[in-house]
């Protein structure tokens, strides 16, 4: 059974940096692409992040790309959203995923396998 935590959400003011951080257990970390979503209050969850199991290749939502990064540590069974220049539509649940990926990096929430329980970040005006 896989198991993801989430970790490193909190309150932060607009243009601050929050580090995300999600632990995955109970398989090998390195079959899964990993990904980063986002669900604010009233809204769907949408893609935030992604990479590939090998960290080969990742991608990001035009929100933002540029302003933050997804990197993973295979040995410590950990993936990271650094995001920098925080704005106040950024606040959201942030949830990671995982999905069994051989190559590449998937997009669509429902794809995704297994889901940790979310990390609040609120981002202050």
């Known amino acids: 059974q896989v198991h993801l935590v989430e970790s490193g959400g909190g309150l932060v003011q607009a243009g601050g940096s929050l580090k995300l951080s999600c632990e995955l257990s109970?398989?090998?970390?390195?079959?899964?692409?990993m990904g980063w979503f986002r669900q604010a209050p009233g809204k769907e969850r949408e893609f935030v992040a992604a990479?590939?199991?090998?960290?080969?290749?990742?991608g990001y939502a035009d929100s933002i790309k540029g302003r933050s990064f997804i990197s993973r540590d295979n040995a410590k069974n950990t993936v990271t959203l650094q995001m920098n220049s925080l704005k106040p539509e950024d606040t959201a649940v942030y949830y990671c995923?995982?999905?069994?990926?051989?190559?590449?990096?998937?997009?669509?929430?429902?794809?995704?396998?297994?889901w940790g329980q979310g990390t609040q970040v609120t981002v202050s005006s």
């Open positions: 990479i590939s199991r090998g960290a080969v290749s990742s």
């Open positions: 109970g398989r090998t970390f390195s079959n899964y692409a």
């Open positions: 995923a995982a999905k069994v990926l051989t190559t590449g990096w998937e997009r669509w929430a429902n794809l995704y396998d297994y």
